[in-house]
């Protein structure tokens, strides 16, 4: 994998404030390895997909998302919960043959002090007809932090993000359906 530098150095030569120069380091990272990590571990991300589903982009998004994790740890950053973000929470949507879906996650990022900086938001493009991933994830920052205040940012800049449900309540409703 491929990362330019460290994040030390990152931060150092930055002229962002430290959530915005998180999420730039982030996004450089995914930009450079996102295809290489896919491609490298296919063989065990399709035994996953066929295994588990949609299970394996959580396993693809770790093995994405580790070299990060070592960053901010050595750096005294720590994202909570750790990227891309809870699947609990999450909320999903995309085209009608299931083709093309996008799931938007997010942590919040504390410093060494346990200062809550900011919020790294993780847009994961899927295929949930095939274990594909057809674009590069996209990585926001918000200087918002705490659940309701990243919904309501993250519903200002897409009105499908506030039309989606959470996980855990269109899993409630699939439920519901199959019970009728």
Do not use: C
């Amino acid at each position: 994998m491929n990362q330019a530098k460290p994040l030390k150095a990152y931060l150092e030569a930055s002229h962002e404030g430290s959530i915005d120069a998180i999420a730039s380091y982030v996004e450089e990272h995914v930009t450079e390895n996102w295809q290489t990590v896919f491609s490298r571990n296919q063989d065990k991300l399709l035994r996953a997909y066929h295994e588990a589903g949609d299970m394996a982009y959580g396993t693809y998004l770790n093995l994405l998302f580790l070299p990060i994790h070592r960053q901010l740890k050595e750096n005294g950053f720590r994202p909570e919960p750790h990227f891309p973000g809870e699947f609990d929470i999450s909320r999903e949507w995309g085209n009608e043959e299931e083709n093309d879906q996008q799931r938007w996650m997010w942590s919040t990022v504390y410093s060494q002090s346990n200062e809550r900086l900011g919020t790294i938001v993780t847009v994961v493009y899927h295929d949930h007809t095939q274990l594909r991933i057809p674009r590069q994830p996209r990585i926001i920052a918000l200087t918002e932090t705490g659940k309701d205040a990243v919904v309501a940012a993250l519903s200002l800049l897409s009105s499908d993000f506030e039309q989606a449900l959470e996980f855990t309540e269109e899993y409630a409703a699939y439920l519901r359906s199959q019970q009728d």
